[in-house]
């Protein structure tokens, strides 16, 4: 057997492996439990310990039987490909299944908060040695937002399209991208966002209504990243773990989604506020916040009910109402640092070539550098779908060269030079 062969045949038992591993059906809220906490007036925590995961949401596996297969596979990576590049891409995402894992064990209990923590990022982790942390991030972006107000420039747009008209408009809008027929946009009515991506596939909440905004998001967001990477993934001859993604591939996912949405002007100040608010109530929830505490905040920055419960459900899923938060949603401002950055440096470097290889499938910033010797390799194969902007890379790097100049200028001196400008 020569090596792609044993890459391959160690990718396929990975893949099988973490096949029943669903992070998010395993730390869902059911209705019940909103019914619950709505019928009390929305002044009792809600229902939720321990025992209510190992009821209503079983794992659907044995956490030690899944645990010593990852290990067992562990052990048959080093024995048969040693030191090699891709021995250390399957070794991290082993470990980081077996870490997920523990942490879904640990439901209901402090435990939990603190493995997300360790997968996902904490409020308390530096961005890089003397950054700033993810909670100031969020500061300076609520700042930075403050001053940008809701006017006549930026006017509410009417969710006009209800989902069966939305899934015939955006199956439309992807086709350029993705050829007729490759990515299905179908409706379910059994998730709890408006809409949820998956390997080939949208899914749109059956009882939503979108705008064209939403719909332009929902295009470059899910569509050309999620869906993009999910299908370049399958694509993978040898290399098939990089269909499937893990707590760190997924800074990335959220990163190159928040990157696309920003420099195809999809995204809108309102949008970048949700985000900025999920960060600044993972950072309350981490200071000993309940989830009272956090769904009264979300009421008092001026969402209904509705909206504040299902902000609120993102924070704590999980975890208990008074046991620390689920810090998955860091993952969206964390990861377009370093996208943004990654891009930055490859532009400096002259290494564009790299660029298109963040699509390759379920990866992370810090493996591009491996991931660009397996492609010269022919390990990996070339992502077959990209977005227009990484497509043309040429214009996506003149904008990024702009971006380095714009770094280096002092924002404080200039204003001295422009003021006459803005007052």
Known sequence: MNEHDVIRELSEELVGLQRPIRVLDAVAWTDEVARGFFDHGATRQPAVDA????????????????????????????????????????????????????????????????????????????????????????ELMTEALASIDAG?????????????????????????????????????DGIVADAAAGAGYIKLREDAMFSDRDLRVLEVHEGWVH??????????????????????????????????????????????RKVTRRMTAIGMAQDGATFLDVYRWFGEQGMDRSAAWASSVRVFRGSTPDGGPFTKDLVYSRGFIEVYDVIRLAVRRGLLERLPLLFVGKMTVSELG???????????SAPAHLPPHFADISALAAWMAYSNLLNRIDLGVMEEKLDAALT
């Not at 006009?160 to 179908?186: C, K, M």
């Not at 491996?370 to 990996?380: K, Q």
């Open 51 to 138: 025992e209510y995961y190992r009821t209503k949401r079983p794992l659907g596996f044995d956490p030690d039987e899944l645990r010593g297969g990852f290990r067992r596979l562990e052990s048959g990576i080093a024995k048969r490909l040693g030191e090699a590049p891709v021995a250390t891409l399957l070794t991290g995402r082993v470990r980081e299944y077996i870490r997920v894992i523990d942490m879904l064990e640990a439901r209901g209990t402090p435990v939990f908060s603190a493995i997300a923590g360790e997968l996902y990022g904490s409020p308390s982790d530096p961005l890089h040695a003397g950054g700033p942390t993810l909670a100031s991030l969020g």
């Open 152 to 188: 006549t420039w930026d006017p509410p747009e009417e969710q006009s399209h209800n989902a069966p008209d939305a899934v015939e408009i955006l199956s439309q809008r992807l086709t350029p991208t993705f050829g007729d027929n490759t990515v299905r946009v179908i409706l379910d």
């Open 227 to 272: 869906v993009a990477t999910s299908l370049n993934g399958q694509r993978q001859e040898i290399c098939t773990f990089l269909s499937k993604g893990t707590p760190s591939t997924t800074v990335t996912q959220e990163g190159l989604a928040v990157f696309t949405e920003v420099t195809t002007l999809s995204s809108t100040p309102e949008r970048l």
């Open 370 to 380: 491996i991931l660009a010797h397996l492609a010269e390799e022919g390990i990996v």
